[in-house]
C-alpha cells in the first residue's frame, strides 16, 4: 500500500523560505518521477515541480528559480525546497507520482505566505 505524507508547511512572511518533505512507503522514488503539486483556494491543483528517477527536474514558470525538487533514494523522501516566497504561494502542498495517480493523493502541507 502506497502511502505518501508531506510535511514541512508553516506560515512564513514574503521573502521567506520554506523546505518541504514527502516521506514515501510503498513506492519506489528512484523508479517512479515524483511530483509536488499545489492547490490554492478556489483553483485548480497544479504540477509546481517534477523529478524523474534519473533525478532530472523541472518547474512550473511561476517558481522557476525560487522552488527547488530533489529526492533522497535511501531515505524515500522527495523535498522542495522554497525559496523568495510570495503571497501567491499560498497554497496547500501535495506530493504524487508524476503523472498522479488519484489513489497517492495525501493530506498535504499547507503553506501560508503573508505579512
Known amino acids: 500500500q502506497v502511502q505518501l505524507v508531506e510535511s514541512g508547511g508553516g506560515w512564513v512572511q514574503p521573502g521567506g523560505s520554506l523546505r518541504l518533505s514527502c516521506a514515501a512507503s510503498?513506492?519506489?522514488?528512484?523508479?517512479?518521477?515524483m511530483g509536488w503539486y499545489r492547490q490554492a483556494p478556489g483553483k485548480p491543483r497544479e504540477l509546481v515541480a517534477r523529478?524523474?528517477?534519473?533525478?532530472?527536474?523541472n518547474s512550473a514558470d511561476s517558481v522557476k528559480g525560487r522552488f527547488t525538487i530533489s529526492k533522497d533514494n535511501g531515505k524515500k523522501t522527495v523535498y522542495l525546497q522554497m525559496n523568495g516566497l510570495n503571497p501567491e504561494d499560498t497554497a496547500v502542498y501535495y506530493c504524487?507520482?508524476?503523472?498522479?495517480?488519484?489513489?497517492?493523493w495525501g493530506q498535504g502541507t499547507q503553506v501560508t505566505v503573508s505579512s
Open positions: 510503498g513506492i519506489i522514488c528512484s523508479i517512479y518521477a
Open positions: 523529478i524523474t528517477s534519473g533525478g532530472s527536474t
Open positions: 504524487n507520482s508524476w503523472p498522479t495517480t488519484p489513489a497517492y
